[in-house]
């Protein structure tokens, strides 16, 4: 993986400035719908888990900090 991703990256240094724009611009909006999947994903798990009665609600930082750390 980590020789395909090099090779990737040496493939971008070559293109031209303004395809390394729009790749870019590609990369933005790949980044911001995994972004939104994953939030409509843990909508769903939350949702579930309300109806379920199982929700978990914690003010404790390290308790929090675990929960998130395990998505």
């Known amino acids: 993986m980590a020789q395909e991703f090099s090779r990737v990256v040496e493939d971008v240094k070559q293109l031209s400035t ?8 590609l990369l933005k909006r790949y980044l911001i719908e995994e972004r939104r999947r994953e939030i409509e994903e843990n909508y769903k798990t939350s949702l579930g ?3 379920d009665g199982t929700p978990t609600f914690s003010h404790d930082p390290d308790t929090l900090g675990s929960a998130l750390s395990a998505n």
Do not use: I
């Open 18 to 25: 303004a395809e390394k724009e729009e790749l870019q611009e």
């Open 49 to 51: 888990e309300l109806r």
